[in-house]
């Protein structure tokens, strides 16, 4: 039998405990048996495993060999300082290692958070005698003694309470206090049980004692710390896509390097010749840089969503939010403003708008807003006042606007419960007793019997009782709160059980919690951006529709699916349901709200899931990116989350929409530009073997553009604002690839072949001038040799200033919207100083085996410079134009 519907002696009977508690040795041996009253921790991976993870995943794996094969070429011909950009190469893998380890840490903390919220110690009855204990010690068959301001350690069942109210915000997201007592109640809904305590609530007022019957992870609190174990990490969009796109590069790289090594036995080049021929494919076909420029991508993304009240914990999370092609979202405070005001007044059959103008109510009607409520005294911006429940402040504030607050002594209270569904208050007013009510219509309407005219209390018969039905049914379908108000008389000597009966109804009460006014023209920039919202909300139906209505989800009729019909859908069902336009879901649980996100995914859509309470946290977890509310939110949900909303502003979410795309754009950019110098760094190593020429590229040359003069440039690309259009393309999908045969075509087709036509013409260029002959062969420290290969070298890296620009977009206009962000500017100059280092310095010409240009040369890349832009360029126009 479940224990909510025990009596209080019953309960303790049935755990075999009594008003005295345990024995020390019982309580010993149920210790051994439940185990300690804490939230267990599922196996963790050994930290070093997780540093291993981030140091042999693909990509880098693809750079340990670029550092292996520059150890190899130091070794076989040192001095040429390819051990230093080795060593380079190795800080770029530990750096990017350190970085995911953190990322794995962190899911831990969600854990810590949960039990974070639990109370170190608890005042205990055991062996007639009251002990304070360490919760970790609590069995199933403990008294415990509550008092206001106490967290609950354990589930319990009340014993007995003294006007007891606990906030339930952890558990329900609700931050309404909800008055409990001792009576058996036959609710099935642990939640809402009136004689229930759950672990992680909060007394707000009053003193109760409890039998606990359930400790650790068999609590509602631990089952819910459960599901956010099992939750899993979701690799994010980004991370498949670079999981992806290493396999392809290593694969690649290494097959070329193969084929070309083998080609150069084949052709005679002898083994190391070969080696270094095959070393240099790689090499050139390895971009080190990206990891570093998908980092700091990710960082600026993360930067500017912080600066638009977005704050990011989980960097990759910066590019999934670009990807969600769908926002399940809470309703109140993420769509509205989580602050009720009084619109409307219902008395003397006719209807009081509470606008701007000043309205005179009666005074009953005032003296039930003012008196029947359980505020409590705070502090409000560095003031006292009564803070509490939303929609009781709303209504103290109704009374004060519209004649006065009333103020009468409090003598007796009946406090709501979810059966009775209305609270009721007795004070003894100049005219003596009088009870103040106030709940929902239909529980007032059968223990009323008049109603209030302005000339006096009129019989309220069924004919009546339609008219107020209605008037309820007209405030409710505009989407506001209804409230029934109703007083009557007391004689002294009044038996409580008798106060609530022949009562004089005196009106209504329509409650909105308006939408934030930014909410509408945010939602209107999702649907324009492909992104579908569905509001997924513990609220009434009602009121989610016409919330819905007033923001722009609903236009028509929408879906409306109530957490009772979600539990009757089968798999197949709700799939279905989730195929509809307009959809809303309200009253749902904590496992719904996780099966929703679920299904959703398995659909193929990348999900972000706001939530702020610990009921949230399992659907947080389970979203591709969780997005946690800072103001309201709790600290499970905010650890649990990806993403925390400073400002609990839906609009938020839309602006950091737009700055996790930019982050996908950037890092197309990014790979344009670099997989554009792969080809002039390639072509050379072919001409080499195919054409019996000097070699126009050493590999120590290759590694200085990959690992210098391309790299700020490139990270300049993937720190870049998102365009205006970003937000008027659908979303990427999870079938779009950062590397697509568009973005290969141009790099490998169209650009990397003028790079490299410049790079090969500027070094035959200095030979003819320099008297050299075809078939003649230079060594490597010969100055024409040096000369040469410095003007293919310096021909690149022109020809990528160049490009910097040109990649900034793929269509419109050749150089891209608006200027480029500053560390473009920054990389530019550090590109134009590292090159004229390496050329004209001393120890560049050592370390990179250059020797410094005549100007002819310089003059002579001009031309390519200008022809790239132009034909780049033509082939934007007309990209555009077919579009």
Not at 107 to 112: D, G, Q, T
Not at 121 to 148: F, I, Y
Not at 497 to 504: G, I, M
Request: charge should be negative; glycine fraction near 8%.
């Amino acid at each position: 039998m479940k224990i909510q519907t025990l009596r209080p002696e019953d309960a303790l009977t049935s755990l075999q405990s009594g008003p005295d508690g345990l024995t020390a040795t019982e309580a010993a041996r149920r210790l051994e048996a439940f185990q300690a009253n804490s939230i267990l921790h599922m196996r963790t991976v050994p930290w070093w495993r997780r540093l291993a993870a981030g140091l042999t995943h693909f990509l880098a794996i693809v750079l340990w060999l670029a550092a292996l094969l520059a150890f190899i070429a130091e070794w076989s011909d040192p001095g040429k300082g390819m051990a230093t950009l080795g060593v380079a190469i190795l800080c770029v893998i530990l750096v990017n290692a350190l970085f995911s380890y953190w990322q794995e840490y962190r899911a831990e903390r969600s854990i810590l958070a949960l039990e974070g919220l639990m109370p170190d110690s608890v005042r205990v009855m055991r062996e007639a005698r009251l002990r304070k204990l360490n919760r970790s010690l609590l069995v199933p068959g403990d008294v415990l003694l509550l008092s206001a301001g106490d967290n609950v350690p354990a589930d319990c069942r009340i014993l007995e309470a003294f006007d007891v109210r606990i906030n339930a915000a952890t558990l329900t997201g609700e931050s309404y206090p909800v008055a409990r007592d001792a009576q058996p109640t036959d609710a099935p809904d642990l939640l809402h049980c009136r004689n229930i305590l759950l672990a992680g609530t909060v007394l707000v007022s009053g003193e109760a004692r409890a039998l606990v019957y359930a400790t650790g992870m068999r609590t509602e609190f631990g089952r819910i710390a459960q599901l956010v174990q099992t939750g899993g990490d979701i690799e994010s969009p980004l991370q498949r896509q670079i999981n992806r796109l290493s396999r392809l590069i290593a694969l690649l790289a290494m097959l070329l390097g193969g084929v070309f090594f083998v080609l150069g036995q084949w052709i005679g080049l002898g083994f190391w010749n070969s080696l270094l021929f095959g070393i240099g494919i790689i090499v050139a076909n390895v971009p080190e840089g990206l990891l570093p420029t998908v980092t700091l991508s990710l960082a600026m993304g993360a930067q500017r969503m912080a600066a638009r009240q977005a704050l990011i914990r989980n960097l990759p999370s910066v590019e999934t939010l670009g990807s969600a092609t769908v926002i399940c979202t809470d309703k109140t405070g993420t769509l509205t403003l989580n602050r009720m005001q009084a619109r409307v007044v219902v008395w003397a059959g006719r209807e009081t708008a509470l606008d701007s103008a000043p309205v005179i109510l009666p005074q009953a009607l005032r003296a039930v807003a003012s008196l029947c409520q359980t505020l409590q005294l705070g502090e409000v911006d560095g003031r006292q006042a009564l803070v509490g429940d939303p929609l009781e402040e709303a209504l103290l504030r109704m009374a004060q606007h519209s004649g006065g607050a009333v103020d009468f002594p409090l003598v007796d209270e009946l406090p709501f419960s979810a059966e009775r569904r209305m609270l009721s208050t007795l004070h003894r007013s100049t005219e003596g007793l009088v009870l103040y009510s106030k709940g929902a219509l239909e529980a007032l309407l059968p223990i009323a019997s008049r109603f209030l005219q302005e000339d006096g209390e009129q019989p309220l018969d069924e004919h009546e009782q339609e008219h107020w039905r209605e008037a309820e049914h007209r405030l409710a379908d505009r989407g506001l709160r209804v409230l029934a108000f109703a007083y009557r008389a007391v004689e002294e000597g009044y038996k409580r059980e008798d106060l609530e009966q022949d009562l004089v109804l005196i009106g209504l009460v329509g409650l909105e919690d308006p939408p934030r006014p930014e909410v509408p023209a945010a939602v209107r920039r999702c649907q324009q951006a492909g992104i579908r919202v569905l509001m997924v909300t513990g609220d009434h139906p009602r009121t989610a529709e016409a919330v819905a209505r007033e923001i722009g989800l609903a236009t028509g009729r929408p879906t409306v699916i109530t957490g009772t019909t979600l539990a009757s859908l089968s798999h197949s069902q709700l799939s279905l349901a989730l195929e509809a336009r307009e959809l809303i879901f309200a009253r749902v649980n904590p496992e719904q709200k996780l099966q929703i996100v679920k299904e959703l995914q398995a659909k193929g859509e990348t999900v972000a899931v706001t939530g702020d309470g610990v009921n949230d946290a399992p659907a947080l977890r389970q979203g591709d990116i969780g997005i946690a509310m800072g103001l309201s939110g709790s600290d499970a949900a905010r650890e649990a989350a990806d993403m925390v909303l400073l400002d609990d502003n839906f609009a938020s979410i839309v602006a950091a929409v737009e700055e996790g795309r930019a982050v996908f754009q950037n890092i197309r950019r990014f790979m344009s530009y670099i997989l554009t110098s792969n080809i002039p760094e390639v072509v050379p190593y072919l001409a080499f073997v195919l054409f019996r020429i000097p070699l126009p590229l050493t590999v120590v040359q290759i590694l200085a553009v990959d690992l210098g003069t391309d790299m700020l440039p490139a990270l300049g690309l993937g720190a870049e604002r998102p365009d205006r259009e970003v937000m008027q393309r659908p979303p990427p999908s999870r079938n779009d690839r950062l590397l697509d045969r568009r973005l290969l075509a141009r790099a490998y087709l169209f650009l990397g072949p003028m790079e490299a036509a410049a790079a090969l013409a500027a070094f035959f260029f200095v030979l003819r001038n320099g008297g050299w002959q075809y078939g003649e062969t230079l060594a490597p420290d010969e100055p024409l040799y040096q000369v040469a290969t410095t003007a293919c070298l310096a021909a690149i890296v022109v020809m990528q200033m160049m490009n910097v620009f040109l990649c900034r977009s793929e269509r419109g206009r050749p150089f891209g919207f608006g200027s480029p962000n500053p560390l473009i500017w920054a990389g530019l100059v550090c590109e134009v100083a590292l090159i004229l280092f390496i050329v004209y310095a001393p120890l560049g010409n050592w370390l990179f085996g250059t020797a410094p240009l005549p100007v002819s040369a310089w003059l002579f890349m001009i031309p390519f410079v200008l022809a790239m832009a132009l034909l780049e360029g033509i082939r934007k126009a007309r990209a555009t134009l077919d579009r």
